[in-house]
């Protein structure tokens, strides 16, 4: 990575040029790369304008499934963001029904841990919950970020995953960042708890690092890697994320991410108006 100034883009040596050529859609982390809370960052909007002028698709990962990908979309664009539909955000509700589609398609009926949006959008892709029963037993289970978390329920999942059932979590998060004074416990501290009190570990974790939502859209646009670029403010979970995907990254100096010295992302910016300007110098 060479020197840089802060106001500066710092292209890692080896990397091509942040010309977006052969680039057909950028995807975005959300909080610390787009936004901060509810304040959208200045140099947002005009950003993915260009993209849009440029023909480039965008849209935005998030690992967080408290929100359900609709309640992302009218959140978005209560913000100002122009997004034309649900196809623009992948959170790991996909990445969980693409691998139960293709990896276990005899699962049906799932014990879920998740938010009511969460419980209802996974079981949209045609599964059923179990009741909170020993005589229910349950395909899987599925830990998400649970903010309606209960104990006996808690102790409902603990009972399937000790007898063996087949156990996923969305994300490894173990807190969501909040401007409210209180300490969101997220998927990750959830898990660990289960684990904690069965001995038993979880066999799948979705959501960043692992580059499984970055597939999801691959997919659904027919992008080869080369053709997508990772933005975010997270190295080990944004640019990590991306680089497992074997996508092109970007990294954001001026989020909640730490420090960049050892960024291994192919471009860092402060923000994404830095980005912009050395993508479009004419805009
Ligand atoms: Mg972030």
Redesign the pocket.
Known sequence: MSAGMDSELIVKAGSPPPALAGVRCVMM?????VYEGDALYPTTLPFLDALTRHGIAWGFVTNNTSRSIDAYVARLRGMGIPVSGPEQIVTPVLSVAEAFRTEHPAFRRLFILGTDDFRRELCSFGFDETADSPDDRPDAVVTAFDKSLNYPRLCRAAWWIRNGVPWFATHPDVFCPTPEPTWLVDCGAITACLETATGMKCGRVFGKPNPDMLQVMMKRLGLRPAELLMA???EHT?IESGIRAGARTLRISS???GGVSETRADYCAPDLGVFHRALFPTD
Do not use: E, I, K
Not at 29 to 33: A, E, S, V
């Open positions: 982390d959300l909080d610390g790369t975010g403010d997270r944004d989020g909640v991410g």
